[in-house]
């Protein structure tokens, strides 16, 4: 790591999310939602629903900077069958005056960590082709792009599509086709 690296983590800290950081969870969610770049979804969400992910067991980090959280990522149930529980869909949302600061990539390291420790062998997501910034820290932290939904979903009356990108965590090659010639 560098020395400016190294100066530029000193600065803030990963630490799991607790009940207290919804309110904040919330507001650089509310964030995403208006810049249109990151979500489907239009309607803002309050402390409250926040509280909810913490019920229904998603895995949520933040980044705290200065007593404040600037980020955060979580990941939740992919699929209900008993077969996937060990496959989780995440997000990643960085305050917009944060941005570029290398929050984001924090927060996802940390959440890739605590995947792990829960025993989960993937993270997917989906995302919007033009989040240039997004694919390009997911590609660096091991993640492929895999393909594309055509007109997954309207956003303000648009069709948008979306890549799909996946990770997998702490795999036997063998159980993946790797050592069978499979592209990994």
């Not at 496959?87 to 390291?109: C, H, N, P």
């Not at 940390?110 to 997911?138: C, M, T, V, Y």
Request: charged fraction near 35%.
């Amino acid at each position: 790591m560098s020395a400016a690296a190294a100066e530029q983590q000193a600065k803030f800290r990963t630490r799991p999310a607790r009940r207290e950081d919804a309110a904040a969870i919330a507001r650089i969610y509310n964030e995403g939602i208006e810049d249109r770049v990151a979500t489907f979804e239009t309607e803002p969400r309050t402390e409250a629903d926040v509280l909810g992910w913490f019920e229904r067991g998603y895995t949520i980090v933040v980044i705290e900077a200065e007593a404040r959280v600037r980020a955060y990522a979580a990941a939740f149930s992919y699929q209900a069958r008993s077969c996937y529980s060990g496959v989780r869909e995440f997000s990643v949302y960085v305050g917009r005056a944060d941005r570029g600061r290398g929050y984001g990539r924090a927060a996802l390291e940390a959440l890739i960590e605590a995947a792990r420790q829960r025993g989960d062998w993937k993270l997917l997501s989906r995302l919007f082709p033009e989040n240039a910034a997004s694919r390009k820290l997911l590609s660096a932290l091991g993640f492929r792009e895999i393909g594309s939904y055509e007109r997954h979903a309207k956003l303000d009356g648009k069709w948008r599509d979306v890549i799909i990108v996946e990770k997998l965590i702490d795999t036997d090659p063998a159980e993946t086709g790797a050592e069978r010639g499979g592209k990994r």
